[in-house]
């Protein structure tokens, strides 16, 4: 068995990305924390825990769980099971920029965040089969969603800063929401005014995809070789973020249509 362990930590500085090309902002400072067991690899039965931990000054966190699983019942066949879990909370996910010139503290746009609650589930395996020295067969499955949740909706409040202005609290321009059109509308100038609104869709969201590969191999002579390859993927996006972890492994990982390809390699050696 084996084990490692570490502590990473980052001085606050200066972030140039946060408003998507708009003025740079401050990078609170930050520290992780992770752990990785590793089992005797050597056994038929095997595999590796990973573990970390994110949190910034700004309230940003996360935590990662990403197990690892191998089991290889004979020399021909090998399987691996890798999910990983992550839960996290983001405290200015950027949203969308906005051109006012009264916004003259931020050089005439009004740079719009978010609180962003996020959950995402992988459930990466694979899968390999030697039949003959020459037949052998391979499967990948990687089912992922990802759900996010936008909440406490504000604009950066000055450049270099990690400051920012709250919509609807204090003196700070309010917020309504449309259901119906699942548009936000912010107010600069007021309740009731309909001079220079702010408007966004609801980004609130959540993935799922299913990716597949399957992959027969012959080699018919030698250096010749015949591949069929079938790949399949499924994916939507829906507007509700809940997620129901339990409900989506049982339920969901096949719900949406699929996409399938299916591709015929040849290769032929040519003794000249």
């Known amino acids: 068995w084996s084990g490692n362990f570490f502590v990473y930590q980052q001085q606050q500085g200066v972030d140039d990305r946060l408003t998507r090309g708009g003025p740079a902002a401050l990078a609170p400072a930050q520290w992780s924390a992770g752990a990785t067991i590793t089992s005797d690899t050597r056994q038929p039965v095997n595999g590796t825990l990973n573990a970390q931990y994110f949190h910034d000054a700004g309230g940003s966190w996360s935590i ?16 691996q099971f890798g999910p ?3 839960k996290g909370f983001g405290g200015a996910q950027y949203v969308t920029t906005h ?16 609180e962003l609650t996020q959950r995402q589930l992988d459930l990466t395996t694979r899968l390999n089969v ?6 052998s067969f391979q499967l990948y499955v990687q089912p992922f969603t990802f759900s996010g949740r936008y909440a406490t909706f504000k604009e950066l409040a000055a450049p270099h800063t990690y400051a920012f202005s709250v919509y609807g609290q204090g003196t700070n321009p309010p917020i ?3 259901s119906a059109s699942a548009v936000y509308t912010v107010h600069p100038a007021g309740l009731g005014s309909t001079q220079d609104t702010i408007q966004f869709s609801n980004p609130d969201s959540r993935i799922r995809s299913l990716r597949s590969n399957a992959v027969l191999r012959w080699e018919y002579r ?6 069929l390859v079938w790949s399949q993927s ?9 997620l129901d972890l339990g409900h989506y492994v049982a339920h969901e990982i096949f719900l949406d249509p699929p996409t399938n390809v299916l ?8 003794s000249l």
């Open 222 to 227: 030698p250096g010749s070789t015949l591949f």
């Open 99 to 114: 051109a006012d010139a009264a916004a003259t503290t931020t050089y005439g746009a009004r740079y719009i965040f978010g």
């Open 263 to 270: 591709l015929v390699k040849l290769n032929y050696w040519l």
């Open 234 to 242: 499924r994916f939507t996006n829906v507007l509700d973020p809940t």
């Open 176 to 178: 309504t929401y449309d």
């Open 84 to 86: 990983s879990y992550v």
């Open 130 to 135: 030697t039949f003959t020295p020459t037949v």
């Open 64 to 79: 990662t769980v990403s197990p690892v699983i191998n089991v290889r019942p004979s020399a021909a066949v090998s399987l």
